[in-house]
């Protein structure tokens, strides 16, 4: 089973509409969660931290789920701009690795 | 807002030369990163720097790579021998207390 695994898409969306991606995780020591953004040939963004208590940032909503070991990221009224690769990511057993899904490619059309 | 930058933003090498990637991490950031991306495919770690050591390292981090932190500002990746498969994009990054930033990256096309 690979460490973090995604949906790799792509999710065809119109504008507007709510999209939920979800992103699975093998190590049940895994402490810290994130979403970052990627854009094409672009180096990737934080867009979130994921909490245990969920977390939500204008549009965007994260939420975790340890006992099924996934996290989840929500948009809300999708712009054209969202259109980009949402890249789930856990540290691991160190403090040091970040790892990496492959990613889930969001497309929003007009 | 301060940024991690990345130098060159592209470089074209032939297969067996060595290349040196530079990196400018945020100034007040102790923890450094160098991840790689091949075309089309995930992001892969390589190595973490802390302390003037490295921390860890992947398996594709092998006796062809090396770091270095020169002069308390640049943290440099260096490829001795370079291989077609090493091809990628090279992301540099670096860490304060929770959040990795990115620099830009470095496009390598080995020939």
């Known amino acids: 089973r690979k460490e973090v695994e995604q949906d790799p898409g792509p999710f065809n969306v119109p504008e507007g509409a709510t999209v939920a991606f979800n992103c699975t995780y093998s190590?049940?020591?895994?402490?810290?969660f994130f979403w970052y953004r990627q854009d094409c040939r672009k180096e990737p963004k934080l867009l979130m931290s994921?909490?245990?208590?969920?977390n939500e940032d204008g549009r965007f909503t994260a939420q975790l789920n340890r006992a099924s070991q996934y996290i989840s990221l929500l948009i809300r009224d999708s712009k054209l701009s969202d259109s980009a690769t949402y890249l789930c990511?856990?540290?691991?057993?160190?403090?040091?690795?970040?790892?990496w899904g492959a990613g889930t490619k969001l497309i929003i059309k007009p | 807002e301060p940024e991690v930058t990345q130098t060159p933003s592209h470089q074209v090498t032939q297969m067996g030369q060595e290349v040196i990637l530079r990196c400018v991490p945020i100034?007040?950031?102790?923890?450094f990163y160098w991840y790689r991306q091949i075309l089309g495919q995930k992001v892969e770690f390589l190595v973490s720097?802390?302390?003037?050591?490295?921390?860890?390292k992947s398996e594709i981090f092998d006796d062809q790579f090396s770091v270095e932190r020169p002069d308390g500002s640049n943290f440099t990746l260096k490829i001795r021998s370079t291989k077609l498969e090493d091809s990628a994009m090279y992301f540099c990054?670096?860490?304060?207390?929770?959040?990795?930033?990115f620099g830009p990256g470095t496009r390598l096309l080995v020939l």
């Open positions: 990054a670096s860490k304060g207390e929770e959040t990795q930033y």
């Open positions: 100034s007040n950031h102790l923890y």
């Open positions: 720097f802390y302390n003037n050591e490295i921390s860890e």
């Open positions: 190590n049940s020591a895994s402490q810290s």
């Open positions: 994921v909490y245990s208590s969920g």
């Open positions: 990511v856990v540290i691991g057993d160190s403090n040091y690795q970040l790892i």
